[in-house]
DNA sequence: CCAAAAGTGTTAGTCTTACACCCATGC
DNA sequence: GCATGGGTGTAAGACTAACACTTTTGG
């Protein structure tokens, strides 16, 4: 098949959505965006893609410049082909999850005022389609948490049980028992305790542990 | 960001994983590759996507003009930016998984010399990249088998539990032992009995089951 | 000493695994 | 009657879920 017209040819651009976790909360990385139309609403990092680059080359290369987020591990979610979704511009939108450590995630103060964490149930005001997309990638996100792959990437190095507990109740919608919390996760040994305690919150201290360093895949929940 | 070159276009094409379960034998359907280059290799049924339309629409159409199934349900997998992975063309590539049951399939003798269903086990020569979208695919179908939702979808209409065993020993890689699968998956409530039998294989011939109407989503391994 | 949050153990019930023999059919 | 493949039950061990009191800290 030969084609050739404009017909086919389409833009297309690389969508992230970052998420962190900040003490139990799970947060995700939006920018203010400032043009019209959508001026005043929030939307996710983005990039265009050029034929010489893959997807998710561009998006790190994007997301380095703006956040000095080097090489993060990008997992392709899904793509939107919706004609239209941008006004008079066929553009294929390419939709990726990252995460960033707590550490990485703090030193983002120098922009915070056109950038900002959100807690994903207490979401802004959101521009296009990134509304839908950032739904969408909180359902993967809550697939992959229960997984324990990628726990190392996403929590803290240093963190306590308490801590861990909370996301896993934010994820899975319910409270959970802590007793049973703390037997099932201990056992599945992926930590380790690091002999110190966190005094940040009212309360007995909770200590705290690490994961340890190779943490092989297996089902949380 | 306003951008508008040449090197910022992109043609998109949609590829199809399709597949089958046929007595327990999960199988991929394949076109024979009739230009060069890759001339005589088999491929994955594909198709451009034009800007009027969602890669999946045009997907679908095509496997519609193709092969007459109509309406698919395609699940998005993954995409493929490479630079050059079609020579002198910059093509996206989006893959898309699909289930085909067995009635539908069985009618595609008229179609029989281009395009055939090939156990995942024993694949041909596979032309492009082809090779990799399917390997990824078929981990997805693995996990996706994993849970109930699919089965009706993909599993005929009526079938017998030894054939279904034959399908997940080939999807966990794993033999399994018939009392215990037994009483997992009548246990799940998904299926009903026929009073109805298979005698086309030799020995005792196997109750047929059929799947009930609502099915609810359960992890079944 | 009081409020806040963390830590701990036991038991009952459920699910999983391992395992061996008999049954219905075609040739 | 024998080869082929299908159907059935039971017991031990592993995992899960429910449950209440004690410990450590700060104010």
Redesign the pocket.
Known sequence: MKINTKEYQHYVESIACLYTIDQGCIKVLLLKNEEDPYKGYWVLPSTYVSIHETCKEALNQKLEEQFHFKNLELDEISSCSTPDRVIDMPVIAIHYLGFVSDLEALQQEEFSFVAQWFDIHELPKIGYDHQMILENTIEHLKEKLLNSEILKKIFPSDF???EIQRAYESILGKKL????F?K?FISLGLIEDTNDYD?S???????LYRFKDDISNKKIF
Not at 201 to 207: E, I, L, M, Q
């Open positions: 306590t049980l308490p028992d802590r007793r049973n703390r099932k005094t919150r009212a309360g007995r201290p909770a200590k």
